[in-house]
């Protein structure tokens, strides 16, 4: 089904950034450094209020410069870790197609919950991200995450390489069933998640 402005709705038309400027791969990557260090290191007063007045003077530099959902960069970049979003996890797309998404990366330390293992919240966020992704390889937009359901089967660890991968089960109507995995290097299986991602209605936001 091609996208139109009337399948579409209300839902802004995103798409992939090809162009993006090389310097997000290294603003992100430090943001993510910023998040390790802010949740493992126990620095003094004055290193605290200092770390505050450079962040306050980054916030700074990019005031002043928003743009529209469809014109942002951060979010969109395909071959950056985390798409070139800094809150995401730095995982990266290997396999995009009809057949399905596999996704490799890793943990790190602002992720963990406790005892180096990665935050339960943290896996279903990176499950709706895949799950977001395998529907839009199939070239089914725009969608919302209906449900979404984590079966932890064992620890998932901080610093070490990681796959996911998600495929589409099921079709029926506006429903696409999903199901997807999580393994570590030796493919011990970590995790696995199933959902349910609906079209929306011409309507619908």
């Not at 014109?71 to 730095?90: E, I």
């Not at 919950?113 to 937009?141: C, K, Q």
Request: net charge negative; hydrophobic share 40%.
């Amino acid at each position: 089904m091609t996208d139109t402005a009337e399948t579409r709705g209300g839902f802004p038309e995103v798409r992939p950034v090809e162009d993006a400027p090389p310097e997000l791969a290294q603003f992100a990557a430090a943001m993510r450094r910023l998040q390790d260090l802010t949740v493992s290191t126990r620095p003094d007063s004055a290193a605290w209020a200092a770390a505050t007045e450079h962040i306050l003077d980054a916030c700074a530099l990019l005031d002043g410069h928003q743009v529209a959902e469809t014109d942002v960069v951060a979010g969109r970049v395909l071959s950056l870790p985390g798409l070139g979003h800094p809150l995401l996890p730095p995982w990266t797309l290997t396999e995009f197609g009809p057949d399905g998404v596999t996704m490799a990366g890793r943990f790190t330390q602002s992720h963990v919950g406790g005892n180096r293992a990665v935050h339960g919240g943290m896996i279903p966020l990176l499950y709706d991200w895949l799950f977001g992704m395998v529907v839009t390889s199939a070239e089914i937009r725009p969608t919302r995450t209906a449900y979404l359901h984590v079966d932890y089967r064992s620890i998932t660890p901080i610093d070490e390489p990681l796959t996911a991968h998600g495929r589409i089960t099921e079709i029926d109507g506006r429903k696409v069933f999903i199901a997807a995995t999580m393994t570590d290097a030796d493919g011990k299986l970590l995790s696995e998640a199933t959902g349910l991602m609906v079209r929306l209605l011409p309507h619908q936001p």
